[in-house]
């Protein structure tokens, strides 16, 4: 079942610009937005997680989106934010993380037919669900389920 059919007739999204595309998340996940400061380096973990930022007494890990997709090499950090999302697989360590934006994130109302699928699910990158169009612009529905697991890990090898 795609995520097309699982829809409402309209839903709260937010379009996170990243570096090479845009991250459709459910308006439900996000808990704020915060300006980017240099997170505090994960000894050991792999690129795409920049590190840790201290918010609300948890040491936030903060990951670049397009590198753990493989679609960029990096992402800048100049005039970037970090959309701070609740964690939905209930990893007692991990109830919130933050995904580096270029820019602000926009919120964007969705009715099922603006969300089409789009390109081949052959080729989907790393911790995306799918590639949808939304109001004519491309973008990823990331499988936050799959991203979580992957911090998890990379934070259990770097510890």
Do not use: C
């Not at 701070?84 to 964007?108: E, N, W």
């Not at 037919?113 to 990823?140: C, F, K």
């Amino acid at each position: 079942m795609s995520m097309a059919d699982a829809l409402p007739h309209e839903i709260r999204g937010v379009m996170l610009p990243v570096t090479g595309g845009r991250v459709l998340v459910p308006n439900t996940t996000m808990a704020e937005v915060i300006t980017f400061a240099h997170p505090s380096p994960v000894a050991g973990a792999p690129s795409w997680l920049l590190g840790r930022l201290a918010w609300r007494g948890w040491g936030l890990p903060v990951l670049a989106f397009s590198a753990l997709a493989g679609t960029a090499a990096d992402e800048s950090t100049e005039n970037a934010r970090v959309a701070i999302l609740k964690a939905l697989s209930g990893h007692a360590r991990l109830p919130y993380f933050g995904v580096l934006t270029q820019g602000f994130p926009r919120l964007t109302l969705i009715a099922e037919d603006m969300l089409l699928p789009d390109g081949n699910a052959g080729a989907l990158p790393t911790g995306v669900r799918e590639q949808v169009r939304v109001h004519d612009e491309p973008a990823w529905i990331p499988d936050l389920a799959a991203v979580e697991n992957r911090i998890v890990e990379a934070l259990d090898v770097a510890a």
